[in-house]
């Protein structure tokens, strides 16, 4: 949809306000009719897209220069059907904006500004249990770099999954009750949700693997120029520009429904295909490396047994800053520095001595190492030059 400003206010104490241009119902007597449970028909699932379209721009508009926007003038456009906003949910919603503006004065400290935003949310699928609605919906976000100079990216992009939960009263009436964010490594710019760590596994205890330094992430250090030629580093970054929002059929997806997130497997193949060889073996064997559809090692899809093959396998060696990354490099997170790696990158771009990272689980487009440093400044990095 086209991006109108949707800016979420603060409610008072009145029974009835409007919020993202949706009025909220005042309480109902004990006396009030209870009707049966409600149904939800297309009139009814459209407006929870259209509500969630605007939470979503909401969020992302916080972030904008110059988009903070009059947080107490509602919006009373575009709306219909009976799908309200509940109070708790517009506390919890406009919380969630103080702090994404908090957020963006952090990434302008850091170089790391967005002159504007366009944002659309597809819902997939609704479920329906007697009061209850939960609708998961896929927002798509484009973010253009302000004052973008010479060759840098223009815009950055992501995708990101979330379940809202809507509830009717007893009148049948629909309220917005709670967002989650469903991606298994919750890396958007614009959520507050903290990313999922991962628990390592043990190695054995007869083939111990090495633990990879940490990586500073103060700007400008000594140059690190890339000097090898074994690897295309233009393919990796070409195939995982191709393949940040879909996923190739050739492999497996490990995003979403518990099964740990793709991002590892992600870069595997883009590694692949930048002339990464197979070296196939047992699939539990960290110093083995290999994957297709049908099989893959740990080494393929893991986070931390990844780290142990590449660095095990002398493939690749570790940097000593993340602003020495160049481009078909990868960089992991730990986010609370427990000693396991949580989340592989791979790098696309760069520019002005800013690489830029492209991933799944979210799946992101050129997202700068700046504003990684700038949203998770407590979390441990590893850099590898590959």
Not at 39 to 51: P, S, Y
Not at 258 to 284: I, M, R
């Amino acid at each position: 949809m086209s991006r109108t400003r949707r800016r979420a206010s603060i409610l008072g104490a009145a029974a009835t306000s409007v919020v993202a241009g949706v009025a909220l119902l005042p309480n109902w007597s004990a006396g009030a009719a209870v009707v049966d449970d409600p149904t939800v028909d297309a009139k009814t699932k459209a407006t929870f897209q259209r509500l969630a379209d605007a939470v979503f721009t909401d969020r992302t508009d916080a972030l904008v220069a110059g988009g903070q926007g009059d947080r107490s003038k509602p919006l009373t456009d575009g709306f219909s059907g009976d799908v309200k906003l509940s109070k708790g949910t517009a506390r919890t919603e406009d919380a969630t904006l103080s702090s994404l503006e908090q957020r963006k004065d952090k990434l302008a400290k850091a170089g790391e500004k967005y002159s504007k935003a366009a944002t659309t949310v597809t819902l997939n699928a609704t479920r329906v249990t007697g009061r209850t609605a939960k609708a998961a919906v896929t927002e798509t976000t484009t973010l253009t770099y302000a004052k973008a100079r010479g060759n840098a990216p223009k815009t950055t992009g992501f995708q990101a999954q979330h379940e809202l939960t809507f509830k009717a009263d007893s009148q049948g009436n629909w309220q917005l009750t709670s967002v989650r964010d469903t991606d298994q490594a919750g890396l958007a710019v614009n959520t507050l949700s903290q990313p999922k760590s991962v628990k390592a596994p043990a190695p054995a205890p007869d083939n111990p693997m090495p633990n990879a330094p940490r990586a500073a992430t103060t700007r400008n250090p000594a140059a690190a120029p890339k000097t090898g030629t074994a690897y295309n580093y233009k393919a990796m970054a070409t195939y995982a520009e191709k393949y940040w929002n879909v996923y190739n059929k050739d492999y497996p997806d490990f995003n979403g429904h518990g099964a740990g997130g793709d991002c590892t497997n992600f870069v595997s193949q883009s590694l692949k295909a930048g002339g990464w060889k197979h070296e196939p073996g047992y699939v539990y064997d960290y110093t083995k490396w290999f994957g297709n559809k049908e099989i893959h090692s740990d080494s393929f899809v893991g986070v931390n047994e990844w780290s142990w093959y590449a660095q095990n396998s002398k493939r690749t060696k570790p940097l000593a800053n993340v602003y020495q990354l160049e481009v078909g490099d990868v960089l992991q997170m730990d986010f609370d520095r427990d000693g396991s790696k949580d989340h592989t990158m791979i790098v696309t771009y760069k520019s002005g001595g800013v690489p830029y990272v492209t991933y799944h689980s979210n799946n992101t487009l050129r997202r700068s190492v700046a504003s990684l440093v700038a949203s998770y400044p407590t979390a441990y990095y590893y850099a590898y030059r590959t």
